[in-house]
Nanobody, 123 residues
Framework: QVQLVESGGGLVQAGGSLRLSCAAS????????LGWFRQAPGKEREFVAS????????NYADSVKGRFTISRDNAKNTVYLQMNSLKPEDTAVYYC????????????????WGQGTQVTVSS
């Protein structure tokens, strides 16, 4: 049974940093893309970043380029999202997802989802 469990969310002031973790279990993810999405109240879920597990190649939404970094730890089967220079508009529930489509930014391409972790950035 595939499980993706996010952690690391919280409340931070604008300009601060947070690191989200996504612990993946239940299968090998060597052929998968792991992605982070976010959803703010009243808005559509949007792509944030992705990493292709085997090679470690990455992809980012324009809105987070230069501020966020996605990485993975093979030994711990965990994907991270380091978020720096946070802005109030980054406030959302952040979801980890896994899918077979290479670096897709579409949520419909992802088969497995975590439960989400809240990130709140105060101004």
């Amino acid at each position: 049974q595939v499980q993706l469990v996010e952690s690391g969310g919280g409340l931070v002031q604008a300009g601060g940093s947070l690191r989200l973790s996504c612990a993946a279990s239940g299968r090998s993810f060597s052929t998968y893309t792991l992605g982070w999405f976010r959803q703010a109240p009243g808005k559509e879920r949007e792509f944030v970043a992705s990493i292709w597990w085997s090679a470690g190649s990455t992809n980012y939404a324009d809105s987070v380029k230069g501020r966020f970094t996605i990485s993975r730890d093979n030994a711990k089967n965990t994907v991270y999202l380091q978020m720096n220079s946070l802005k109030p508009e980054d406030t959302a529930v952040y979801y980890c997802a896994a899918g077979l489509t290479y670096h897709s930014s579409s949520s419909s391409s992802y088969n497995y989802w975590g439960q989400g972790t809240q990130v709140t950035v105060s101004s």
